[in-house]
């Protein structure tokens, strides 16, 4: 089964902290993706990555940055948390080639005080 | 660029009985169809999908959905739904491969409850 985790289910953070969000798959998936989940507006995509250290931006990826160091591995940064980014954070992975199905984490709430 | 509408955003349904979520795209080139479900405090996972071929598409528990090319339209329907079937339901949208692009838009999701 493809698995992929999220470092935290919940977070608490304050206005201008820095935040990191960690996403890890564990089936050697080439494309990454964060997205954000908010009520009534379904999911929006963040950024994404088809490679080790490639990005591209998503659909609002102001306020955020990205870093696939590993294959693995795919980081979600607030420079300065805001409260408007309180949300549910979502990773997903897919496979390269005619895949096309991409593979969830459970989520974390983030909420910024 | 491709859009996705869900028209309802809560269907609440009697158990044992019928369920159709409706959802509808918009894009100038062919497309590729998903629905994904979200049961309470978990990520999505995929129900089915559709990339060519058959209009109907069958997929995990029971689900089906028809591709409609003449009414841009994707719905999902299952003919007795249960308890277990209380989620959220997105339905998604991307360009075919022949576009590239690896961008999924999302709708807006729609909460289907079951009564018992």
């Known amino acids: 089964d493809v698995k992929v985790t999220q470092s935290s289910r919940y977070l608490v953070k304050r206005t201008g902290e820095k935040v990191f969000l960690e996403c890890v798959q564990d089936?050697?998936?080439?494309?990454m993706f964060w997205y954000r989940q908010d009520p009534g507006l379904g999911l929006r995509l963040i950024y994404f990555?088809?490679?080790?250290?490639?990005?591209e931006k998503g659909d609002i990826p102001e306020g955020y940055s990205v870093s696939r160091e590993k294959k693995e591995r795919f980081s979600l940064i607030l420079e300065s948390a805001s409260t408007n980014q309180t949300s549910m954070y979502l990773c997903?992975?897919?496979?390269?080639?005619?895949?096309?199905?991409?593979?969830f984490g459970p989520g974390t709430r983030l909420t910024v005080t | 660029a491709q859009s996705v509408t869900q028209l309802d955003s809560q269907v609440p349904v009697f158990e044992e009985a019928p369920v159709e979520l409706r959802c509808n795209y918009s894009?100038?080139?062919?497309?590729?169809l998903f629905w994904y479900v979200q049961y309470p405090n978990q990520g999505l996972q995929l129900l089915l999908k559709?990339?060519?071929?058959?209009?109907l598409v069958k997929g995990i528990n029971g689900f089906e959905a028809e591709f409609n090319k003449s009414q841009t339209s994707f719905h999902l329907r299952k003919p007795s739904v249960h308890i277990s079937d209380t989620a959220e339901y997105f339905c998604?949208?991307?360009?075919?491969?022949?576009?590239?692009?690896?961008?999924?838009?999302f709708g807006t999701g729609t909460r289907l409850t079951i009564i018992p």
């Open positions: 990555s088809y490679d080790v250290k490639m990005k």
């Open positions: 894009s100038s080139v062919s497309v590729y």
């Open positions: 559709y990339l060519s071929g058959s209009t």
């Open positions: 998604a949208v991307r360009r075919s491969a022949n576009f590239g692009n690896e961008k999924l838009t």
């Open positions: 089936m050697d998936h080439e494309n």
């Open positions: 997903a992975s897919r496979p390269g080639g005619e895949i096309y199905e991409q593979y």
